[in-house]
T-cell receptor, first 109, second 114 residues
Framework: DAKTTQPPSMDCAEGRAANLPCNHSTISGNEYVYWYRQIHSQGPQYIIHGLKNNETNEMASLIITEDRKSSTLILPHATLRDTAVYYCIALSGYSTLTFGKGTMLLVSP | ETGVTQTPRHLVMGMTNKKSLKCEQH?????MYWYKQSAKKPLELMFV???????ENNSVPSRFSPECPNSSHLFLHLHTLQPEDSALYLC?????????????FGPGTRLTVT
């Protein structure tokens, strides 16, 4: 599976958009980009995933660059409850979900 | 009740005790997982069950013994644990164990071994 690189931490003001970057420059053509988050002392929560097209659901939007070497998770209106560690993971069909260190997003009032 | 539930939520046990963690999923999924999360460490996959069959064991010590009687229930039997086994133990489920990384996690069991 491709290695992903994320900033260790980010801050965001409540109500503003949170844009979380992820670098996956060695991603292969059959690897999807998955995003999870983990709120303190809770289990991880699936957010969204994509292959090459941009994706949107009720939680977030995922923007994948045309060369697929990086992506951005967008929380359009961050709330205090979005404070969590966000994990970007590149996966193909024959691998297991492996969480790295992720980005600690702190949403402040 | 929906989603993935785990009991107990907190457990303190001595090194000579035997205890079991229980996980139940109400999502109709076929695959279930045990993960371990130690303080300040990434999540570690322990076991994978797909259609009640164990498909992965990530070199977990034998003092951890999983059991999957059906697709909705998963147990982790614990015996003669060490203090370093203290961690958050998370259960998850998904539709299949391959091509389905949309996993749904339970709230976890916080285990302390004294």
């Amino acid at each position: 599976d491709a290695k992903t690189t994320q900033p260790p931490s980010m801050d965001c003001a409540e109500g503003r958009a949170a844009n979380l970057p992820c670098n996956h420059s060695t991603i292969s053509g059959n690897e999807y980009v998955y995003w999870y988050r983990q709120i303190h002392s809770q289990g991880p929560q699936y957010i969204i995933h994509g292959l090459k097209n941009n994706e949107t659901n009720e939680m977030a939007s995922l923007i994948i660059t045309e060369d697929r070497k990086s992506s951005t998770l967008i929380l359009p209106h961050a709330t205090l409850r979005d404070t969590a560690v966000y994990y970007c993971i590149a996966l193909s069909g024959y691998s297991t979900l492996t969480f790295g260190k992720g980005t600690m997003l702190l949403v402040s009032p | 009740e929906t989603g993935v539930t785990q009991t107990p939520r907190h457990l303190v046990m001595g090194m000579t005790n035997k205890k079991s963690l229980k996980c139940e999923q109400h999502l109709g999924h076929n695959a279930m997982y045990w993960y371990k999360q130690s303080a300040k460490k990434p999540l570690e996959l322990m076991f994978v069950y797909n259609f009640k069959e164990q498909t992965e064991n990530n070199s977990v010590p034998s003092r951890f013994s999983p059991e999957c009687p059906n697709s909705s229930h998963l147990f982790l039997h614990l015996h003669t644990l060490q203090p370093e086994d203290s961690a958050l133990y998370l259960c998850a489920s998904s539709q299949e164990d391959r091509d389905a990384y949309e996993q749904y996690f339970g709230p976890g069991t916080r285990l302390t071994v004294t």
